[in-house]
């Protein structure tokens, strides 16, 4: 069900072009949905523990108009980040 409601979401917040910010604790889940959004080509920044190019993964994603999606672990992305593009965010 909750895959279901993810997609539904991802839609709706596509149809009205708004960006979207995904936040999960489980990378194997960040895995899945990073993959669904190549899959589908829509473009997106990553953010996770391992991630070297922090600054550069936000930047991307406030800034460019093709970057549509932002996928964060919690521990990662939980403090200190400025997501200002995004309106919609699924947790």
């Known amino acids: 069900g909750k895959w279901s409601l993810f997609l539904e979401l991802m839609r709706e917040a596509r149809e009205s072009e708004q960006k979207v910010v995904v936040f999960s604790q489980y990378l194997g889940m960040l895995d899945i949905i990073e993959q669904y959004l190549t899959d589908h080509k829509i473009g997106f920044a990553s953010l996770r523990g391992a991630t070297q190019n922090r600054k550069e993964q936000i930047q991307l994603f406030n800034q460019d108009p093709s970057c549509q999606v932002f996928v964060g672990s ?15 965010v699924i947790h």
Not at 74 to 88: E, F, N, P, Y
């Open 74 to 88: 919690l521990q990662a992305s939980g403090l200190g980040i400025d997501l200002t593009a995004a309106s919609v």
